[in-house]
């Protein structure tokens, strides 16, 4: 099965970042991602430079990365005021949020989720008007910090209001690690069974160790598009025990293993995820830069004496 | 359904350690897993106290653990003078150990994988003389750090030389974290079809990320039994990127998410892993010891905004 996978590190990744990483970097980031074979990345973000400075520099990047061939960009386009921005940049996927539940929707974004679906709605004109395609991305799609687990029937309210607007691909945030490889079943059959018309994306985090089981559940259900972030950047991974988006090295390594095609060279995925860990300073979670793939052999005369 | 657990850490997380842990706090780990809910330790091992000075103290650590009801207590028998000294204590699962390729059997127990299996047939003798149940586990059975991925065919031989030596119950070792989702159900296929006599148990280890998708594999190809270690320990924790058996605390957490029964309850099993990362100065791996479980609620007035 050809599978599809979204780099998020530029943005999903970076955007939290306490030091600000250098426009040339996420360039060189993004860029590398693209030569790795990734035909997807999540390169910015239109969000106001006051409320987020980590991405005042949206324009720049996507003008470094407007002459990648055959690969598409994607931005955050939060409001009218970022659609208007993100009008002027070739970014041709603009991706609107929206909160699965009324709680995250007035912590994320100071408003309702009915306010949030209208305030969307000249995004998505405007978006159609300069030939872009809008994109919506349902945040807490799963699991809610305040309310606990978003019932099904909740996401998928939002996803036929999408769909009444004319959205075709929506990505499912998994935004505080909370899916289940059950939940992604069900929803993939909510989905088969009622807006066979959306294309699912799945983002998910990687918090309580279940996403790969995730994306297991979610290849069996049919779904063949994932996000990723190189490093397993995102989230808080410099907080003891939190953890960003699952790592694009470990997602490749495990699509590979089960015997899917990607078109992603894992050996460069890996090397620029070392890149990554030199530019930030740090260790970054994705396991994958700390072993080697499966079948990586070593000579018998090196061996230590290994039990269990 | 419902599913049997193992705990390994007293025997398998604990058996590397560089500072020996005392046996009194070995007794208390194992009696804390009981108080859990869980009905199957890995308690100790009886290898020569020479070779492996941390578990020289097996006879102590099972007197203190005696009296423990419906519970099944476990130890690694490797020759017959672990044997004979397996006979002088309450053990009733005595565990036998093959490597399923032969530069592994040569590299841990200098023998080939004939001269092994060999070896263990007076282990099985004695163990049936003393009413008690051998038990064999296959080590690298799903991939080897000298030969690579291990073949279904190579496993599956050894499988039916143990069944002809009257074993029942096989622990499947996943000894350096390369089992897949896909291996995982190619053999329970493969025991099902050619040796469904057999009881068998998943070792897994999370080194790739992957042992939680193994588990769900194993799940939907029938399998109820598994292995894990509370904190995650085993292999080699202290080692950046080094990783040991998965966590009881994240298996758990995750057989419940998924709606199974262990019968276990998690925040015994979180606690218990607090008191070991205590005991040995050090964070351990176990995601649940850093976040709560899927559905914990933070009231929204404390929140802070959290985007994507």
Same mark, same amino acid.
Do not use: Y
């Given at each position: 099965? %050809? ?7 530029? #943005? ?10 250098? /426009? &040339?970097? %996420?360039?060189?980031?993004? #860029? @590398? ?10 390169? /910015?973000?239109? +969000?106001?430079?006051?409320a987020m400075p980590q991405m005042a520099d949206a324009e720049d990047v996507l003008a470094g990365l407007a002459s990648l061939d055959n690969v598409t960009l994607e931005a955050l386009v939060p409001n009218i005021r970022g659609a208007e921005r993100a009008a ?8 609107? *949020? ?17 306010? &949030?679906?209208? #305030?969307?709605?000249?995004?998505? $004109? ?8 809008? +994109?919506? =991305? ?7 910090? *305040? ?5 099904? $029937? ?20 998994? /935004? ?9 079943? @069900? ?29 297991? !559940? ?8 994932? $996000? ?10 410099? &907080? ?6 699952? !790592? ?5 390594? *495990?699509?590979h293993a089960e015997g899917h095609e990607t078109g992603i060279d894992l050996s460069q995925v890996i090397e620029t995820g070392k890149w990554l860990e030199e530019r930030l300073g740090c260790s970054l979670p994705a396991r994958l830069l700390r072993v080697g ?12 004496? =290994?039990?269990?």
């Amino acid at each position: 099965m %050809k599978i599809s996978i979204t780099e998020v590190a530029p #943005r999903d990744g970076l955007q939290g970042m306490s030091n600000p990483v250098s /426009t &040339a970097d %996420k360039i060189t980031l993004a #860029r @590398r991602a693209a030569a790795a074979g990734i035909r997807r990345i999540e390169a /910015t973000s239109f +969000v106001s430079p006051r409320a987020m400075p980590q991405m005042a520099d949206a324009e720049d990047v996507l003008a470094g990365l407007a002459s990648l061939d055959n690969v598409t960009l994607e931005a955050l386009v939060p409001n009218i005021r970022g659609a208007e921005r993100a009008a002027l940049t070739p970014v041709n996927d603009w991706v609107c *949020f929206i909160s699965a539940t009324e709680s995250h929707s007035q912590a994320n974004t100071n408003c309702s989720v009915d306010e &949030a679906l209208t #305030r969307i709605e000249p995004v998505i $004109e405007l978006a159609r008007n300069h030939a872009r395609t809008p +994109v919506a =991305a349902i945040a807490v799609a799963f699991g809610c910090p *305040f309310e606990g687990v978003t019932p099904l $029937e909740q996401t998928m309210k939002l996803v036929k209001s999408l769909s009444a607007m004319g959205i075709q691909r929506i990505k499912f945030g998994d /935004t505080i690690g909370t899916a289940t490889p059950r939940q992604v079943k @069900r929803l993939a059959q909510a989905l088969n069974a009622q807006n066979p018309e959306i294309d699912p994306v799945l983002h998910l985090h990687n918090t309580r160790g279940l996403s790969l089981a995730s994306v297991l !559940a979610g290849l069996q259900s049919g779904i063949t598009s994932f $996000e990723s972030s190189i490093g397993g950047i995102g989230g808080c991974p410099f &907080a003891p025990g939190a953890s960003g988006n699952v !790592a694009t090295e470990d997602l490749v390594h *495990f699509l590979h293993a089960e015997g899917h095609e990607t078109g992603i060279d894992l050996s460069q995925v890996i090397e620029t995820g070392k890149w990554l860990e030199e530019r930030l300073g740090c260790s970054l979670p994705a396991r994958l830069l700390r072993v080697g793939p499966i079948g990586t052999v070593t000579p018998l005369n090196n061996a230590k004496r =290994a039990r269990g």
